[in-house]
């Protein structure tokens, strides 16, 4: 099960998180397990497995912006970064940074159950 100190272990600024849920815990946490079921995450996956860097940036957009409000940092940092390649229409690989944004997906997947 999530808790407070759970997120700030894995670098989430919980304080900043749990101000914009106006101190409440329980609103903050269960937003935070519904991250879980983002279905951007996926979106972005195929989107780049499919060349289509529009539709990618939009999912890396909408997913900086929800993690963003939520305060989970990590997983911030990373989407603002594929985020920006996106807007730039970067031509890369972006397999290596779209998988570290997966593997702290699931890090905080193991903390939710």
Known sequence: M?????LNE???DTDEGLARCFGNEG???KLVNMICQE????????ALDNGDLD??????????GVLGNLSLTPMYN?????????RKRTDMDYTPL????LTMKSELEALCK
């Open 55 to 64: 539709t990618a940036f939009e999912a890396a957009h909408a997913l900086k």
């Open 10 to 12: 894995f670098g989430a």
């Open 27 to 29: 609103l903050y946490l």
């Open 39 to 46: 279905g951007n995450f996926e979106k972005l996956r195929s």
């Open 98 to 101: 779209v998988e570290e944004l």
């Open 78 to 86: 990373k989407s603002v970064e594929i985020t920006e390649l996106l």
């Open 2 to 6: 999530i808790t407070i100190d759970k």
